[in-house]
């Protein structure tokens, strides 16, 4: 059975750095995309960040040059970098793990910028 956890949220002041991590098991991770949305209350979830079975990443505008999404096969792990962050990235903070057949979600993590 396949699992998708993310972990890593929390409490940090605006310009902070934090590191979400997104663990996938059941799946053949190499196969697979992953990308990281955020939801706020009341708004539709938005894509973040994505990155394929080859590496190759792309962002949304607001994320460029602040986040770094990687993905480490050997640990079948993928992670999210974030810098500069403002209170506006508040969110919580899902990954999605896809092929063309199949998607899976995690649960999210709450990421909250604030001083």
């Known amino acids: 059975q396949a699992h998708v956890v993310e972990s890593g949220g929390g409490l940090v002041q605006p310009g902070g750095s934090l590191r979400l991590s997104c663990a996938a098991s059941?799946?053949?991770?190499?196969?697979?995309?992953f990308d990281w949305h955020r939801q706020v209350p009341g708004k539709e979830r938005e894509l973040v960040a994505d990155?394929?079975?080859?590496?190759?990443?792309t962002y949304q505008d607001s994320a460029k040059g602040r986040f770094t999404i990687s993905r480490d096969n050997a640990l079948n792990m993928v992670f999210l970098e974030m810098s500069s962050l403002k209170p506006e990235d508040t969110a919580v903070y899902f990954c999605r793990a896809y092929t063309r057949r199949t998607i899976y979600w995690g649960q999210g993590t709450q990421v909250t910028v604030s001083s």
């Open positions: 990155i394929d079975r080859y590496g190759t990443t």
């Open positions: 059941g799946i053949d991770f190499g196969l697979y995309s």
